[in-house]
């Protein structure tokens, strides 16, 4: 009779658990994303229809692997070579669209004047996706990149500064003057080479990009910032080397 009770109690335990584990997983990859979605859509944001599971996914991979080779591109238009599909659905569905990535509903906005507004909002309520904290808080601690609330609030108000028109416009002679170098090195190795010549052009932007950071930020040049911006990439490395998992986009 024990043993019958007992049999019967651990079925229903397990019966339980899986009743609970179908339900999480449903309200986590169907209800939810569809309130959303249907939210959005009440407001005039509409956008492909996702999967279950993997959303828009596999249509954004599929797209990129069938992107023609860049290289053999001449276009100013580098977001329809970088992301082609979002291009695609830019055409389709407007300005604003909506997209997911699995179960996480993302806003897709080009609109100029919306990205004012959204850099200037100050409410707490315009926060990060847990997902996004859990994938970079060990590489960036709970910097503004990473935190909401107050300690978000925080960093804003020590960054904003930096930040003033007035400083961003006394960059400009730092970018200039970094321009004018990296023209001087590319003219440098064609005249060198009887006017044609192979130039590593990620290399040397990736060092332009470097010495226009360090001198508006450290007041120094790439190449005393270098080893610093090695261990960087290194630490980048590691931090991203870890995947999301299923339990992490349903935390």
């Not at 944001?45 to 990129?64: R, V, Y």
């Not at 960059?171 to 990296?182: F, H, K």
Request: charged share 20%; proline share 4%; aromatic share 10%.
């Amino acid at each position: 009779m024990d043993l019958q009770f007992d049999s019967q109690f651990f079925t229903s335990i397990v019966f339980i658990g899986i009743v609970a584990l179908l339900f999480r997983l449903y309200t986590s990859f169907v209800h939810k994303p569809n309130v959303l979605r249907s939210k959005l859509s009440k407001q005039g944001i509409i956008g492909p229809p996702p999967t279950i599971l993997l959303g828009n996914l596999m249509e954004i991979i599929k797209s990129q692997l069938t992107t023609p080779n860049s290289h053999s591109l001449v276009t100013h238009n580098t977001a329809s070579l970088v992301f082609p599909k979002f291009e695609e659905w830019r055409k389709q569905y407007g300005e604003v669209f909506m997209f997911s990535f699995g179960n996480i509903q993302s806003l897709c906005a080009s609109q100029t004047e919306m990205m004012k507004e959204i850099t200037t909002y100050t409410s707490f309520d315009l926060g990060l996706p847990p997902f996004h904290k859990k994938l970079f808080r060990p590489l960036l601690g709970d910097g503004i990149l990473t935190s909401n609330g107050t300690t978000w609030a925080h960093h804003r108000k020590i960054l904003a500064p930096e930040l003033y028109i007035d400083k961003v416009k006394g960059m400009v002679n730092i970018i200039s003057e970094a321009c004018e170098s990296l023209l001087n090195l590319w003219n440098s190795k064609i005249e060198a080479q009887s006017g044609v010549a192979d130039i590593n052009i990620d290399e040397d932007l990736k060092i332009f990009s470097g010495n226009v950071i360090s001198r508006a930020c450290f007041g120094s040049d790439y190449s005393k910032g270098e080893e610093i911006f090695l261990k960087l990439g290194t630490l980048q490395e590691v931090g991203f080397h870890g995947k999301i998992s299923l339990q992490q986009y349903l935390a």
